[in-house]
């Protein structure tokens, strides 16, 4: 079973509009984080933002935040008022705390933003 | 630097010929990662290292495959007689620890192109 799914191989939004990109995880360990990364067309990997699995409150970070309902095991990135910027590949990763560390990514969603 | 450094940026090379990737990551980080992206695809674990002791390499494609670490910092992947199928973007990532809370921060990359 994948640990990571991201169901929006692609999407559009208009540019000022804010965008919900999905993702939903599987775990049986009580601590883990989630991660979302930026991947524009230079192929750079960006860290935008994490919630920690005990975290109460859902992270912010600027324009963006993340929507975390834990009983759903969800984690779903929402960007505010897009930018023309913001078009770039978008992972959602999670790192598990009885594991050696490494992020398992997504397959991602493709965002375009349209003038 | 401040960030995650890796050389060479672009590397081609004929198939059968080794070729070396290097990853310098960000100065205290214990904990280094490799990954392999290829055209339009998710990341794929490679290999980890806490210091410069590598705990688990099963993430490695096959035996062509071997990276090392030493003095907790700089890493060296080797690719031993390249085969097309090699061909890729090659990320290494570095987290302060193997913590689940911690962020790993990438490289820009080497793109590995095999003729």
């Known amino acids: 079973a994948q640990k990571i799914t991201q169901t929006q191989p692609g999407m559009f939004v208009q540019e000022k509009e804010a965008v919900t990109l999905d993702c939903t995880y599987d775990t049986s360990d009580p601590s883990y984080g989630l991660f979302w990364y930026k991947q524009p067309s230079s192929g750079e990997m960006i860290f935008l933002i994490y919630q920690g699995s005990y975290d109460q409150q859902n992270a912010t970070e600027g324009r963006y935040s993340l929507n975390f309902q834990k009983a759903r095991k969800s984690a779903n990135l929402v960007i505010s008022a897009s930018q023309l910027g913001d078009s770039a590949m978008y992972f959602c990763a999670m790192r598990e705390g009885g594991s050696q560390g490494n992020l398992i990514f997504g397959k991602g969603t493709k965002l375009s933003v349209k003038p | 630097g401040a960030g995650v450094s890796q050389s060479p940026s672009n590397k081609v090379t004929e198939k059968g010929k080794d070729v070396e990737l290097r990853c310098d990551p960000i100065s205290g980080h214990t904990a280094l990662y490799w990954y392999r992206q290829s055209l339009g695809q998710g990341l794929e674990f490679l290999i980890y290292?806490?210091?410069?002791?590598?705990?688990?390499k099963s993430g490695l494609p096959s035996d062509r495959f071997s990276a090392e670490r030493t003095g907790g910092s700089v890493s060296t992947l080797t690719i031993q007689r390249t085969q097309q199928e090699d061909s890729a973007v090659y990320l290494c990532?570095?987290?302060?620890?193997?913590?689940?809370?911690?962020?790993?921060?990438f490289g820009n990359g080497t793109r590995l192109t095999v003729t």
């Open positions: 290292f806490q210091g410069n002791s590598a705990p688990d």
């Open positions: 990532a570095s987290s302060y620890n193997r913590g689940e809370y911690s962020p790993l921060h």
